[in-house]
């Protein structure tokens, strides 16, 4: 279908060349995916990481044609398919169901803030990708973390039977890893980004805690959702950034984004790692990242540091890593959900989130895993005004804590923190700092092992720089073998 010089593993720079050249359109383009979608996400191996298509996105792929023809790109994403994890609300044809049965006829009024910017730089919203229903694991310890009732189960294109996918941005990850789409959107409130990324051989950036606006994202967290992009190249995820960050009236987390935020692309450097000071973590791994540490690939990537002329500075020591320190998930998750359901519209046609509870109740069968996970999760005061949430909060600001991971950055003269996998995610979203996860290569079976990169605040144009500089000195991308 497509011409012959076309490869999958295509960036959105490579995309707009080839509209330049007269040798693409967005409507091929999207034509490209939907075949990929229907051979090897539908049928084949089944990877199940697309929830929905959006019946128009041909039709406004041949618009973008159209203007392309009379007046050129009408922004950074021009004809760009994009993938939304089903928790991000579109006002068009699209449901937004966040995995969840009983939410699969609810279509939202109007797009989400970040979509709003994605439809403005000329995305084509290609559909939604499926996800950890309501972006939560909800059922006992056996569930797999990337179910859903309404989607059912995500595979790793790199083992769909062997390797775990990650969640909760499960489908937007592996979606993206299988060349379904060009980029994704995904969101995070406790490792649900850089999770899935580096167990797919992906980009992502999870940004600054109100960076990105989660106006008209279903909620978890007040305190620690965020949205990112998921892409092969840090080229791609730089480009998402700058389309997707900014300030949002509607959102007052977003009011506190510096004044000088550059341009994300201008940190694309080449020699992005040379003289900056990363320090390295060499400390207890949580249990549920043990497995997907390949410590002979991380002394490897440390090696390349050190090759670009990065001042390494070892066995940096993160207390908070280590310890058992609740997710502010497990007081706000209610809260959250309940303000959701209340505020939607149209309505959901569930005024508060018990309600929407006993759905599970009636209809056991649509979550075979059971829901022990969600009723334990959601079973403290509804008000925010209660000490533990109040004590855990301030716990998580880490200013008065010099052990805190803000603090012994800023303690060492860190530029950033570099984790083995995604070993870090807890005290990263806690403390809702950035970070960034690259492809590092593959274990002996295969499984992709990626590593991450934590910085300041705010910082993310220094992360670009690591990331990118990393991955021009190894360039370890492999797309999966789904034939």
């Not at 000329?122 to 229903?133: Q, R, W």
């Not at 303000?339 to 508060?352: E, V």
Request: glycine share 8%.
């Amino acid at each position: 279908m497509i011409a012959p010089y076309w490869h999958e593993e295509t960036t959105i720079q490579e995309i707009h060349t080839a509209f330049r050249q007269g040798q693409l359109t967005s409507q091929k383009l999207v034509m490209y995916y939907l075949e990929r979608i229907a051979l090897f996400d539908q049928d084949g191996p089944s990877i199940n990481a697309v929830l929905d298509i959006n019946p128009d996105a041909i039709a406004i792929a041949i618009g973008l044609d159209v203007q392309y023809a009379q007046s050129g790109l009408v922004g950074p994403l021009h004809g760009i398919p994009v993938l939304l994890k089903d928790n991000i609300q579109t006002g068009d044809a699209l449901s937004t169901s966040a995995g969840a049965y009983a939410l699969k006829d609810w279509k939202a009024d109007e797009d989400a803030a970040l979509v709003k910017k994605l439809r403005s730089a000329g995305a084509v919203i290609l559909g939604k990708a499926n996800m950890t229903e309501l972006a939560h694991r909800i059922g006992r310890e056996g569930m797999p973390n990337s179910f859903s009732s309404r989607g059912g189960l995500v595979l790793n294109p790199y083992g769909p039977q062997e390797f775990d996918v990650g969640g909760s941005s499960s489908g937007s990850a592996a979606a993206i890893a299988s060349n379904f789409a060009a980029v994704s959107i995904g969101t995070e409130t406790s490792g649900s980004l850089v999770n899935p990324a580096t167990r797919n051989s992906l980009v992502t950036i999870k940004p600054t805690f109100g960076l990105v606006s989660r106006e008209g994202v279903i909620p978890l967290s007040y305190s620690q959702d965020v949205a990112g992009p998921l892409t092969r190249t840090v080229e791609d995820a730089a480009i998402l950034l700058d389309v997707i960050a900014g300030r949002c009236e509607r959102d007052h987390a977003t009011h506190g984004i510096p004044s000088h935020t550059s341009n994300y692309c201008d940190h694309l450097i080449v020699h992005g790692l040379a003289r900056k000071r990363i320090g390295v973590y060499r400390g207890k791994i949580p249990d549920d990242q043990a497995e997907h540490v390949d410590q002979h690939r991380f002394e490897a990537a440390i090696d390349v540091l050190r090759k670009q002329e990065v001042e390494v500075i070892e066995d940096i020591t993160i207390p908070d890593v280590e310890k058992e320190i609740p997710s502010l998930l497990r007081y706000e998750i209610k809260h959250s959900l309940n303000t959701f359901f209340k505020r939607a519209k149209p309505s959901t046609g569930y005024a508060t989130f018990d309600e929407f509870l006993t759905t599970y109740f009636q209809h056991a069968r649509l979550q075979p895993y059971g829901f022990d996970s969600f009723i334990s999760g959601t079973d403290r005061k509804e008000e925010l005004a209660n000490s533990e949430w109040i004590m855990q909060k301030l716990l998580n600001q880490g200013l008065h804590d010099e052990y805190a991971i803000e603090n012994v950055m800023k303690n060492h003269a860190l530029d950033a923190i570099v984790f083995p996998s995604a070993a870090g995610f807890a005290v990263a979203a806690r403390a809702g700092l950035p970070s960034i996860s690259v492809p590092a290569g593959y274990k002996a079976n295969g499984q992709p092992f990626g590593i991450t990169f934590t910085g300041p605040m705010f910082q993310e144009r220094t992360l670009i720089e690591l990331a990118f500089g990393y991955e021009q000195a190894t360039q370890h991308r492999k797309k999966p073998n789904l034939a």
